[in-house]
C-alpha cells in the first residue's frame, strides 16, 4: 500500500484540533468534584473519621478494655468525651473501635463485590445465554429472600468466628443488585459501534470486554462502589444489632447502638454517641456517591445553577 | 385529501391584515454553560408575512431552532432573551406563561424534529389531538364534537383508515404518520403561523416527501405563514419563498430564494451550495470542502465568525462583525459580508453552465468550486481494466436473514419471523464501489452485518476474495478479516472514549499480531493518509470534531490494508459542509490504494457522487441494480423511480418543475410481507394495470432480469421514467 | 396481557417455594435447637434428648423435613415451634399486626413521596427543593434502628409537652381497655400505639419514593412531548401535570415491588423497637430460638409479600404504560 503524504490534506483537517491540549478528563472530574462543597466535605469527613478510628489511642489515654468503675454511667465531660458506659468504659474509645469494624468492613464489601459485580454482568450481558438467565434469576430470588434474612438465618453457624465471615457473607449477597445494572449498560454498550468494530478487527471477546467495555462503565462502577459501602454499612449495623452480626469481642457501630437503645431516655449519650457517628459516616458516603455521579456525568447541571445564583444576584 | 372538507373558522380572516404575521427583530439568545455563556442566537432580524414561506438553513449550532423556540415562548426559563418578537403586530417577549398559552396552539403552532418523541406515551393520539381543539375552544365546543374533528383531521393529513386509527397510542403509528399527528394538531385551530422545525430530518425520503406534501396542504388549508427550519438545502428549495441561512448565531444571508441560490453574496452559503453532491448529475461534479468547524459559541473572535474558514478572508474580515446589508436594493437580497462584490465579480467570469449536469444555479456552483479551489480526484480509469476482468472481492448469493419475532418484555415467545433480507445476490469487483441504497426497514444493515460477522448464513452464501464463508475456522476468519475493514456511521460512538486515537488505530494491529516498532511506523503515517497531523495520535476522540473523527475511523480501517471497505452510511452523521471533505478523502484513496467498497448509505445523492454501481433495496430484496449511470438516468423499477423523485435537489428552479412521485402508506411489516411482488402494495404502477396484470404482481414474485447492459430490474412491468 | 400476567405468577409462586425451602435448609443446617435442651442443669438423659429430636424430626434428610412441613403448609399448618406451641394458631395474629403497620406506612408514604417528589422536580434548585432533598439525605443516611429510638424521643417530648400520655410508643396496645368500650374508644387506643411506628416508618417510604420520583419527573421535564403539549396551548403546570406527572409515574409502578421488599424487612426494625408482635419480631425470636419452622413461616410470608406486591407493580405498569399492554 502506497503512503504517499499530501501535506495539502493533512493541513486541511488538522487545522482546528485546538493547540493547547484542553484538559484531561481526570482534571475536569476532579475540578467538577471539588467545586461540590457537600461531596468534598463528605469525602474530608470520611478520611477523617476513618484516620481518628485508627488513631485513637493518640488522642485518648483510655484502652477498651480498661473500665473506669469509679465513672460508671458517665455524662460526655472533658475527661470521657462520650462518656461512660454501665461499666465504666470510655465511650469514644469504644465508638472509635466500633467505627473501625464498620467502615472497614463496608469498604472491603462495597469494593469486593463492585468487582465483582462487573465481571459477572459484563459477562452476562456480553455473552446472554445461561449466565445471564442464571444471573437474573438470582437477582429476582434475592428480592424475595432478601440477603438480611439470609444471613440472619445462617448466623448461628459462623457464631464466635472472625468477623472476616461476615465480609465474605455481605460481599456473596450484595454484588448481584450492581451486576444487574452492569449487565444493562453492558447490552447498551455491546452495541456501540466501537464494540462491533473490535469484533470485525478480530479482537477475542474477553479482551473486548475488559479493554472497552469495562473502562467505560467506570463512572457507574464508582458510583456504584460508593452506594454499596454505605448500604455494607448499613447491612452490617442492622445485623449486628441483633447480635446476628459482628459477634463479641469486636464491636461495631450496630452492636454498641443495640446496647445503648434500651438506654436512649435515660443516658442519652449511649446512644446518640454511635448512633450519630454512623448517620454522619452514611451520610457522607452518599453524598460523595452523589458528587462522583454529578462530576462524572457529563451532563451535570451545576453550571446552570451557579449561572442562575449569579442571575439572581445581580437582580 | 381534500382541503373542502375542512370549514375555515372566521377568525382565519381576523389577522389578515397587510402587515407581517411575524416580526423578529435583534433578537438575543443566550445560555449558561459550564464552559461560559453560549450566545446561541445574536441579533437575528427576520419577517414573515402571510401566506409566505419562510426557509431557515443552517448547520447544527447555528441558532436555527432556539430562534424559533424563542417565538414560540418555549426556552427553559435560564435562556436570557432580549429584543423584539411581534405576532400581527402583538409582543409577545415579557408576556406570561397563561398568556401565552392563548396563543400557542391556536394563532402560531409549531412541528417538531422528532416525532417518535413528540407525542405523549400514554395518551391515545385521537385524544391528544382533540387536546388541542378542547383547550381553544373551552365551552363552544363539545367533547364529542372535538372527536369528530380529530378523525376529519387525521383524514386530511393523510392517516388511513382514521377513524379508527385515532385510538390508537403513539406507539403504534410508524414515525412519518407520527409527524402527520403532530401536523393535524398544529393545524387544528387554524393558525395564522406554522413553524416547523426540521420536520423530516429524522423521517425516510419518500416519508419526507409525504410530510412535505402535507406541510403544502397545511399551508392550502389555513393560509398560515409558515417558517420551515433545516439543514437541508434541498428540502427549502422547492417549498420556501424565502430563504434566511444562519451561521453562528447570525443570519448570514437572506433573500428570495432563487437569488440565494443562483446569487449567493456570502461565501459560506456558496460552499454550502457546492459541497452538495446532486442527484441529477450524469457526471462527476467537484465537491467543495469547507474547511474547519464552526466555531465555539461561548467567546465568539472578533469579526467575521466565518473568516478563519473563508478563502476570500482579508484582514478587514477580522476586525469587525459585517453586518447584515443589502446587495440587491430591488430585491431585498441581504449578506453580511464585506466581500460580496468581489463573489459577484468572480461569478461573472465563470461558465454559467456545467458538464452533464442541467442547473439553474450552474452559475454559482462553477464560482464556488473556483473560489474554494475544490478538485475532482482523477480515478486512473486508463489504468483499469475492463470490469468482467477483475476479480470479485465480495461475492454474495441469495443470503437469507430471518429473525424470530419476539413478544412480552421477560418471558419472550417466538409469534413470528422477519424476513429482514431474503434472496439478496450481487457482487463487487476490485477498484469498484456499489452502493447499496435503501431506506430503514429494507435490509441494507442486515445484509452488512451478516457479510461483517462471516459466519455461515441461514440460507444463501457470501464469499470474500473468494472464500465462502461457511467454510471458514476461526483462524481463517481472523486472516480474512485483515483484507475486510468497516467504517460505521456515527463517528462519536465507533471510537472507544478512553482510548487515544493512536491506540484506536494501533489496535487492529495488535490484534493481528503486529510488532510494536511497524505499529510505531504506522501510526503517523496513516494519521498523514487521512489528513491529520501526527502529534495528534495521543489525543483523545472527544477532542476531534465530528468529521475529524470519522477519518480517524477510516485510519483504523485502513491500518491494516484492507481490499475491501464496508462503509455504513460514513457521512450521513456530518453536516453538509463535512461531509463533502470526508467524500473527497473516500474517493482519493479508493484511487490512490486501489480499495473496493461496499457504500450503504440513504442518501442517493452521495451514491450517484462516489459509486460505480447500486443496488436499490425494499424489504428484503434487490429490486434494480446496475451502473449508477443506467439506474439514476434511467430508472425502472417504480419503486427506483419513486425513490429518486423523492429527494429533493438543491435548485429551487427544477424542483418547482420536477414532477413528484409520492407514495401512499408505509413500509409493510417484513414480518408478513405482501405475496408475489413486495412493493406492489405502495406501487403507482400496480394500481393502473388491468386485472390479469395486477393478479399476475400478486401472484408471481418478480425474478431479477436483465434490462441493458449491467442493469437488472425485479419488475413485470419495468418501464423506464425520467425523475431527476 | 392477561397470559402475561399469568406467567408473571406463576414465576413467583416458584420463587416462593425456592425461597422458602432454601430458608428452611438454611436454618435446618444452622440451627441446633437441642442446644437448649442439653445446656439444662441437670443435663436431661439421651432418652429424653432423642425423643425430642425424632419430635422435632431432625432424624429425617432435610429434604423430607421440608415436604413433611410443606404438605402441613398447604393444609393450613404450619407446624409447632420448638416449644410446642401451634404456629398456626399465632401465624394470623401476627400477619394482622404487620400487615397494618406497613400497608398504613406504605399507603401513605407513596401519597406523599410522590408529591414531594414532584414539587422538588417542578421546584428544582429552589427552596422547596433544598429542603425536602436535604431531609430525604439524612432520612435515607439514618437507618431505623437509630431513626425509631429518635421518634419515640420526640413522641417522648410532645407527651411532654402537652402534659399527657396520648402517645404510646410499646406494644400495639395497652390490653388495660375496658372491653366493653364503644368503638371510638377502641379506635382511639389503637391509633394512639400505632401513630409513632407508622411516623417512623412513613419517614423512610417518603425519603425513598420521593427521591425517585423526583428524578422521573426530571426526566420528564425535558422530554419533546411535554413541549408538545405546550405547543398546543396548555400552560407549563396543566402540561406538567396532565403529561408529565402521567408519563412519570410509570417508573414508580415498578419500584413499588422492591420498595416494599425493603419495608418488609426494615420492619423487623420497627417491631422490635416498638415492641410490636408481628411477623418481623417473630423472625428474630425464631432465630433465637433456633426454630426453623418459625424462620421458614416468616421467609414464606417475606415471600409471598413481595410477590403479591411485585405482581401489583405488573398490573399497575400495564394499566399506566399502554406500550406493554399486548
Known amino acids: 500500500m502506497s503512503t504517499t503524504v499530501n501535506p495539502a490534506a493533512a493541513d486541511e483537517a488538522a487545522a482546528d484540533v485546538p493547540q493547547s491540549r484542553p484538559v484531561s478528563r481526570g482534571a475536569l472530574v476532579r475540578r467538577r468534584f471539588m467545586r461540590n462543597r457537600w461531596a468534598l466535605g463528605g469525602i474530608i469527613v470520611i478520611i477523617v473519621l476513618y484516620i481518628v478510628a485508627f488513631s485513637y489511642p493518640l488522642f485518648s489515654p483510655y484502652s477498651y478494655e480498661f473500665h473506669d468503675t469509679t465513672n460508671t454511667y458517665d455524662p460526655p465531660s472533658l475527661t470521657h468525651w462520650f462518656g461512660t458506659d454501665n461499666i465504666g468504659t470510655d465511650m469514644f474509645v469504644a465508638c472509635m473501635r466500633g467505627l473501625q469494624k464498620s467502615l472497614t468492613i463496608g469498604l472491603l464489601v462495597g469494593v469486593i463485590s463492585t468487582a465483582l459485580s462487573a465481571v459477572v454482568g459484563a459477562t452476562a450481558g456480553f455473552f446472554g445465554g445461561i449466565t445471564d438467565r442464571a444471573m437474573m434469576w438470582i437477582v429476582d430470588l434475592l428480592l424475595v429472600l432478601p440477603s438480611f434474612l439470609i444471613i440472619s438465618i445462617a448466623s448461628p453457624i459462623f457464631k464466635g468466628s472472625s468477623w472476616l465471615i461476615l465480609v465474605v457473607l455481605l460481599v456473596l449477597f450484595q454484588w448481584m443488585i450492581t451486576a444487574r445494572i452492569v449487565r444493562g449498560m453492558t447490552l447498551t454498550l455491546k452495541t456501540r459501534e466501537y464494540v462491533s468494530a473490535a469484533r470485525f478487527m478480530g479482537q477475542s471477546p474477553w479482551r473486548t470486554i475488559f479493554k472497552h467495555i469495562v473502562p467505560n462503565m467506570s463512572s457507574l462502577l464508582i458510583v456504584d462502589a460508593t452506594i454499596n459501602v454505605g448500604s455494607a454499612v448499613l447491612q452490617e449495623s442492622g445485623l449486628s444489632y441483633f447480635g446476628f452480626g459482628v459477634q463479641p469481642p469486636d464491636v461495631s457501630l450496630g452492636t454498641l447502638i443495640a446496647t445503648g437503645t434500651g438506654s436512649a431516655l435515660t443516658f442519652p449519650w449511649l446512644f446518640y454517641a454511635p448512633a450519630v457517628l454512623l448517620v454522619v459516616a452514611l451520610l457522607s458516603v452518599a453524598v460523595v456517591g452523589d458528587g462522583l455521579r454529578d462530576a462524572l456525568d457529563p451532563t451535570s447541571s451545576r453550571a446552570r445553577r451557579r449561572e442562575k445564583k449569579r442571575k439572581d444576584k445581580l437582580a | ?724 | 396481557m392477561f397470559g402475561f400476567l399469568v406467567r408473571r405468577l406463576i414465576n413467583y409462586i416458584v420463587l416462593c417455594v425456592v425461597a422458602t425451602f432454601l430458608s428452611f435448609t438454611l436454618s435446618s443446617v444452622s440451627f441446633d435447637p437441642l442446644s437448649l435442651l442439653r445446656q439444662h442443669n441437670p443435663p436431661p438423659p439421651a432418652a429424653t434428648i432423642e425423643a425430642k429430636r425424632a419430635e422435632l424430626h431432625l432424624d429425617q434428610p432435610i429434604p423430607q423435613r421440608f415436604l413433611t412441613w410443606g404438605e402441613g403448609v398447604l393444609h393450613g399448618d404450619f407446624g409447632t415451634t420448638t416449644t410446642d406451641h401451634q404456629i398456626t394458631d399465632e401465624l394470623w395474629r401476627r400477619v394482622g399486626v404487620s400487615l397494618r403497620l406497613f400497608l398504613l406506612g406504605i399507603t401513605i408514604g407513596i401519597l406523599l413521596g410522590v408529591l414531594i417528589g414532584v414539587g422538588s422536580a417542578i421546584r428544582q434548585y429552589k427552596l422547596f427543593d433544598y429542603i425536602s432533598t436535604f431531609f430525604s439525605y439524612v432520612i435515607l443516611a439514618t437507618p431505623v434502628l437509630v431513626l425509631g429510638p429518635l421518634v419515640k424521643q420526640v413522641a417522648q417530648a410532645i407527651n411532654n409537652a402537652t402534659g399527657s400520655e396520648w402517645l404510646q410508643f410499646t406494644g400495639e396496645y395497652s390490653g388495660t381497655l375496658d372491653p366493653n368500650a364503644g368503638w371510638l374508644a377502641s379506635f382511639d387506643e389503637r391509633l394512639r400505639f400505632l401513630i409513632v411506628p407508622t411516623v417512623t416508618i412513613v419517614l423512610g417510604q417518603i425519603a425513598y419514593y420521593s427521591r425517585y420520583q423526583r428524578s422521573a419527573m426530571l426526566d420528564v421535564l425535558g422530554s419533546d412531548f411535554l413541549r408538545t403539549a405546550q405547543a398546543k396551548g396548555l400552560t407549563r403546570r396543566r402540561a406538567l401535570f396532565k403529561h408529565g406527572l402521567r408519563t412519570a409515574l410509570i417508573p414508580m409502578a415498578t419500584l413499588f415491588a422492591f420498595g416494599f421488599g425493603l419495608l418488609v424487612v426494615g420492619g423487623v426494625f420497627t417491631e422490635t423497637i416498638f415492641n410490636w408482635q408481628g411477623m418481623g419480631a417473630w423472625l428474630v425470636q425464631g432465630i433465637n430460638d433456633q426454630d426453623t419452622n418459625v424462620t421458614a413461616t416468616v421467609t414464606l410470608f417475606v415471600a409471598v409479600c413481595v410477590l403479591l406486591s411485585g405482581w401489583l407493580s405488573d398490573v399497575l405498569y400495564a394499566l399506566l404504560d399502554p406500550r406493554i399492554r399486548v
Open chain 2, 1 to 724: 385529501m381534500s382541503a373542502s372538507e375542512i370549514t375555515l373558522d372566521e377568525s382565519v380572516l381576523d389577522g389578515a391584515g397587510d402587515g407581517p404575521v411575524l416580526e423578529v427583530a435583534d433578537l438575543d439568545v443566550s445560555f449558561p454553560s459550564e464552559a461560559g455563556r453560549v450566545h446561541a442566537v445574536r441579533g437575528l432580524t427576520y419577517e414573515v408575512a402571510r401566506g409566505e414561506v419562510l426557509g431557515i438553513v443552517g448547520e447544527s449550532g447555528s441558532g436555527k431552532s432556539v430562534s424559533s423556540l424563542a417565538v414560540m415562548g418555549l426556552l427553559p426559563e435560564q435562556a436570557r432573551i432580549s429584543g423584539s418578537i411581534r405576532f400581527q403586530g402583538q409582543q409577545l417577549l415579557g408576556l406570561s406563561d397563561v398568556q401565552l398559552s392563548k396563543i400557542r396552539g391556536r394563532r402560531i403552532s409549531m412541528v417538531f424534529q422528532d416525532p417518535l418523541s413528540a407525542l405523549t406515551p400514554v395518551y391515545t393520539v385521537g385524544d391528544q389531538i382533540a387536546e388541542a381543539l378542547l383547550i381553544h375552544g373551552r365551552g363552544r365546543l363539545s367533547k364529542a364534537a372535538a372527536a369528530n374533528r380529530s378523525v376529519e383531521l387525521l383524514d386530511l393529513v393523510g392517516i388511513p383508515n382514521a377513524a379508527a386509527r385515532v385510538k390508537a397510542f403513539p406507539h403504534e403509528f410508524s414515525g412519518g404518520m407520527r409527524q402527520r399527528a403532530v401536523i393535524a394538531m398544529a393545524i387544528a385551530n387554524d393558525p395564522d403561523l406554522i413553524i416547523a422545525d426540521e420536520p423530516t430530518t429524522a423521517l425516510d425520503v419518500t416519508v419526507q416527501a409525504q410530510v412535505l406534501e402535507v406541510l403544502k396542504t397545511a399551508k392550502e388549508v389555513t393560509g398560515a405563514g409558515i417558517v420551515i427550519i433545516t439543514h437541508d438545502l434541498g428540502v427549502v428549495a422547492g417549498f420556501s419563498d424565502r430563504l434566511l441561512v444562519m451561521y453562528a448565531g447570525r443570519a448570514v444571508e437572506s433573500g428570495n430564494v432563487n437569488e440565494v441560490y443562483q446569487q449567493p453574496r456570502m461565501p459560506y452559503t456558496l460552499g454550502l451550495l457546492g459541497s452538495l453532491p446532486r442527484l441529477d448529475a450524469a457526471e462527476k461534479l467537484p465537491l467543495v470542502p469547507i474547511h474547519g468547524q464552526p466555531p465555539s459559541l461561548v467567546d465568539l473572535p472578533q469579526g467575521c465568525p466565518f473568516a478563519p474558514r473563508c478563502p476570500l478572508a482579508v484582514d478587514d474580515c477580522l476586525t469587525a462583525e459585517p453586518e447584515l446589508s443589502e446587495v440587491d436594493s430591488t430585491s431585498g437580497h441581504r449578506a453580511a459580508c464585506i466581500r460580496s462584490a468581489e463573489l459577484a465579480a468572480t461569478e461573472a467570469e465563470v461558465e454559467d453552465s456545467i458538464d452533464g449536469v442541467e442547473a439553474s444555479n450552474a452559475a454559482a456552483i462553477e464560482a464556488a468550486v473556483e473560489v474554494f479551489g475544490a478538485e475532482l480526484v482523477e480515478e486512473p480509469k486508463a489504468a483499469l481494466r475492463p470490469r468482467a476482468e477483475r476479480p470479485v472481492v465480495l461475492e454474495v448469493d441469495s443470503l437469507v436473514k430471518h429473525f424470530a419475532v419476539t413478544k412480552g418484555v421477560v418471558l419472550k415467545r417466538k409469534v413470528g419471523t422477519v424476513h429482514a433480507v431474503d434472496g439478496v445476490s450481487f457482487e463487487v469487483r476490485e477498484q469498484e464501489t456499489l452502493g447499496l441504497v435503501g431506506e430503514s426497514g429494507c435490509g441494507k444493515t442486515t445484509t452488512l452485518m451478516q457479510i461483517l460477522g462471516l459466519e455461515r448464513p441461514a440460507g444463501g452464501s457470501i464469499s470474500v476474495l473468494g472464500r465462502d464463508v461457511s467454510t471458514l475456522d476461526g483462524k481463517a476468519r481472523k486472516a480474512i478479516r485483515r483484507d475486510m475493514q468497516v467504517v460505521f456511521q456515527d463517528p462519536l460512538a465507533s471510537l472507544d472514549p478512553r482510548m487515544p486515537i493512536g491506540d484506536v488505530i494501533a489496535e487492529p494491529m495488535q490484534v493481528h499480531g503486529f510488532d510494536a516498532t511497524h505499529i510505531r511506523k504506522r501510526i503517523p503515517e496513516l494519521l498523514d493518509l487521512v489528513g491529520l497531523r501526527a502529534e495528534h495520535a495521543d489525543r483523545y476522540p472527544a477532542e476531534f470534531s465530528g468529521g475529524q473523527r470519522q477519518r480517524i475511523g477510516i485510519a483504523r480501517a485502513l491500518a491494516l490494508e484492507p481490499k475491501l471497505l464496508v462503509l455504513d452510511e460514513p457521512v450521513s452523521a456530518l453536516d453538509v459542509s463535512i461531509q463533502a471533505g470526508v467524500i473527497n478523502l473516500l474517493d482519493k484513496l479508493k484511487a490512490e490504494l486501489g480499495l473496493s467498497y461496499l457504500f450503504v448509505a440513504h442518501d442517493l445523492s452521495v451514491v450517484r457522487h462516489i459509486a460505480d454501481r447500486v443496488a436499490v433495496m425494499y424489504l428484503g430484496k434487490i429490486v434494480e441494480i446496475g451502473a449508477v449511470d443506467a439506474v439514476f438516468g434511467e430508472p425502472k423499477h417504480p419503486y427506483t423511480q419513486a425513490l429518486l423523485s423523492a429527494i429533493p435537489i438543491p435548485d429551487p428552479v427544477k424542483e418547482r418543475q420536477r414532477e413528484r412521485i409520492i407514495l401512499s402508506g408505509d413500509l409493510p411489516s417484513p414480518a408478513n410481507p405482501p405475496s408475489g411482488c413486495r412493493f406492489r402494495t405502495r406501487c403507482f404502477l400496480h394500481a393502473t394495470l388491468s386485472d390479469s396484470d395486477k393478479r399476475k404482481c400478486v401472484e408471481v414474485e418478480p425474478p431479477r432480469e436483465s434490462q441493458g447492459d449491467d442493469h437488472e430490474v425485479a419488475c413485470h412491468f419495468a418501464r423506464a421514467k425520467q425523475v431527476v
